[in-house]
């Protein structure tokens, strides 16, 4: 077989919403987009949503919106993809990077707690493989050190403290203690890359909760000036009969998604609870499968959440990242693409020019020594799904 590691499942539904948007004549910000983002709040149970041209594009106009910049701090995972710490230097403010707790994929919460101080603006939690974070601690963090918290702007001051943008790449439908993702952080930004459980090839949407003082028109309106050069009026406001004038309000962005994009969207929303149930039976299969395997596997569903099923990891017991490499090499020569997630963020060259060491992370660094990610998407079949645990089984009694 040739299993590939995840590739869009993009079926007859899909097209079809395409073409109906390349025939329509409008195929940039218009009303596929609209509904989209209408479609996006109300499966997030929150009152508004934005889609822009990616989860970053989401994060980082965030940021901006929040008026975090030089002279603040803001804190995440050293176990993440780059995209989370990236944005935060393209504001101009500073990366603080917190370790995982021992054995765990999320931040160590003391160590978080800890790392708070005067110049912290936001923090961002990474929902990583489609699991949520522990929000109940997150808040209780926050809400602690709230006397630490000098507010820059109207939209800081309204939230009062500490705020928490959740990086919700890999959430998309996932939920905890009967709270979908989307309402529980403050803001969460998703993906819907083509790799993501729900894809619009690229793309991305922000959500945020219902806090008080907050006018969410106001807000709404706030993103797409960002999101469209500071413009008043987007092009769908502007067809209207005499209604071509317009403003630019400040030089702002380019990242708005377009009804192509909104259109896959769309019909991929439509399928989404099937789309999540055949992510669980695969785990499911997966986890019987390799329970008596010397490993441990990211846990997706107990008492308190659902995940969203986005990535089955997996770490070898005892094993060293070489002896991982040799698996993952082996798997490839039987046909089955696996992939690592992730590198800590302090061994890449860019944040370690920035004076990250790796040493300092060391609960992150003894997850990424023995992690690997197995193949999960809904294109595959039974069978397959057993061939790739039949293969890792037999790979791993010959190199292990």
């Known amino acids: 077989m040739n299993i590939p590691f995840s590739p869009p499942d993009i079926g007859e539904e899909e097209i079809k919403e395409v073409v109906d948007t390349l025939k329509s004549g409008w195929i940039t910000t218009g009303p596929k987009t609209k509904l989209f983002e209408q479609r996006i709040a109300a499966y997030c149970r929150t009152s508004r949503a934005v889609c822009l041209n990616s989860a970053t594009a989401c994060m980082e106009t965030t940021l901006r919106i929040l008026g975090v910049g030089p002279g603040d701090e803001v804190i995440t995972s050293a176990y993440t993809y780059t995209a989370t710490a990236s944005v935060v230097c393209h504001v101009g403010a500073k990366l603080v990077l917190v370790d995982t707790a021992p054995d765990s994929f999320q931040m160590d919460y003391g160590k978080l707690e800890a790392a708070v101080n005067e110049r912290t603006k936001v923090i961002i939690p990474v929902e990583l493989g489609g699991v949520i ?6 808040f209780q963090i926050v809400e602690h050190k709230k006397s630490l918290f000098h507010p820059a702007n109207e939209l800081q001051k309204q939230i009062g403290r500490v705020i928490l943008m959740a990086d919700a790449a890999h959430g998309f439908g996932a939920q905890r203690d009967g709270k979908m993702c989307g309402e529980i952080a403050d803001f969460t930004c998703f993906s819907f890359h083509a790799v993501k459980n729900l894809t619009t090839a690229e793309g991305g949407a922000v959500t945020w909760r219902d806090m008080p003082g907050i006018d969410q028109e106001a807000l709404y309106k706030q993103y797409m000036l960002m999101s469209l050069h500071g413009q008043s009026k987007d092009a769908l406001a502007k067809t209207k009969l005499g209604a071509w004038e317009y403003d630019i309000i400040a030089p702002y962005y380019k990242c708005n998604m377009t009804d192509i994009m909104a259109s896959i969207g769309l019909a991929q929303l439509k399928r989404y609870p099937e789309i999540l149930k055949r992510r669980r039976q695969l785990i499911e299969m997966y986890d019987a ?18 995940s969203s099923g986005h990535l ?9 990242r070489e002896s991982v490499n040799q698996v993952i090499s082996k798997m490839a020569e039987a046909g089955v693409a696996t992939n690592v997630h992730y590198k800590p963020l302090p061994l890449l060259s860019a944040y370690r020019n920035m004076g990250f060491d790796i040493k300092d992370y060391p609960n992150a ?5 023995n992690e690997l990610t197995l193949p999960l998407h809904t294109c595959l079949t039974d069978a397959q799904a057993a061939y790739v645990t039949d293969t890792f089984k037999k790979v791993l009694m010959e190199l292990c």
């Open 133 to 138: 974070c522990d929000y109940d601690r997150l």
């Open 289 to 306: 499968a390799l329970a008596d395997l010397p490993v441990t596997r990211l846990v997706h569903f107990d008492d308190r959440g659902v």
């Open 312 to 320: 089955y990891l997996v770490r070898l017991t005892g094993k060293s």
């Open 365 to 369: 660094f003894r997850m990424f020594e």
